[in-house]
């Protein structure tokens, strides 16, 4: 018998012991097209759910509707915003939005501190909505260079979404051009290194040579990050642009503390 209760009280001091396992952060990401239809999109919100699931830190709930994007009460085990921690947007054009759903976004990240996230065309969406494009930091301006084997410089190698980056690499994507845009609003993480870059082709509007291309902010009390990079297949599957992704999702949901977002001036070349 005193054996058979050794056992016993060993196993249950031995289970209280045992830590629980981190609750898992929440995602939701929202793939719509109002614009431009990217190939891309599954690619890369499949990408945001693979990166959850291989780091056990986030589930991701993918939707091609912003019906959960709203402080409402919702039928039929329907979650609102406040099941999540962070939103993903890999968008087109005037997404589904009432006044009371694009109220709900942004009090989600500057007054509840949740995390938002834009790859590609997530600033070439809802230019109708100028507090989007204050949120994300500008919208698109065309793409003046198409798909190239673009040069790009890592600008800020302490921050922990790009510390892994060498200080330049190339990577095949479409470069976007970003205006009402601005280096007092957001702190850039990586740009086009436009050494042999022609920057007299038509369509390029920027004279300051400015092509940014990952950036974070901070938002009231929430945290932003945002990424052009995402036309190609081949930036999705890159190992380190998914790790970008990676810390980039675990920044914005508070799970790394560090990463300045000051906004600080471009750098002397």
């Known amino acids: 018998m005193r054996v058979i209760l050794t056992f016993i009280v ?11 396992a981190p609750k898992r952060k929440r995602i939701l990401a929202i793939g719509q097209s109002k614009g431009f239809q990217h190939d891309s999109m599954s690619e890369g919100i499949a990408t945001i759910w693979k990166l959850g699931k291989e780091t056990g830190l986030w ?8 019906e959960l994007i709203t402080k409402r009460k919702l039928g039929a085990n329907a979650k609102n915003l406040d099941y999540f921690d962070a939103v993903f947007f890999f968008t087109s ?23 938002f996230l834009a790859a590609h065309s997530g600033v070439d969406t809802l230019y109708n909505w100028p507090e989007y494009g204050e949120l994300v930091g500008g919208y698109f301006d ?11 410089k890592t600008e800020d190698p302490e ?13 095949f994507d479409e470069i976007y051009q970003v ?18 870059v022609d920057l007299t082709k038509k369509g390029v509007h ?19 990050f945002v990424s052009t990079l995402g036309h190609t297949t081949q930036a999705w599957e890159h190992p380190k642009v998914q790790k970008m992704w990676t810390e980039a999702a675990k920044w914005v949901m508070g799970l ?6 000051t906004p600080r001036p471009k750098p002397a070349n």
């Not at 989600?108 to 949740?114: A, E, L, M, N």
């Not at 790394?256 to 977002?261: H, L």
């Open 256 to 261: 790394t503390k560090d990463g300045d977002a």
């Open 59 to 66: 589930d991701t709930f993918l939707r091609t509707d912003t």
């Open 206 to 224: 920027r004279t300051d040579g400015d092509f940014a291309v990952s950036w974070v902010r901070n938002y009231g009390s929430g945290r932003v």
């Open 159 to 171: 921050h922990p979404v790009t510390s892994h980056f060498p200080k330049d690499f190339f990577l």
């Open 142 to 152: 065309l793409h003046p260079w198409n798909q190239f084997n673009a040069k790009l």
């Open 10 to 20: 060993g196993a249950f001091l031995l289970g209280a012991q045992t830590p629980e």
């Open 93 to 115: 054009g005037e997404l589904d939005l009432d006044d009371e759903q694009k109220t709900a976004l942004l009090d989600f990240i500057r007054k509840d501190g949740k995390g």
């Open 179 to 196: 205006k009402s845009y601005s280096r007092d609003r957001v702190r850039v993480l990586m740009s086009l290194e436009t050494t042999g």
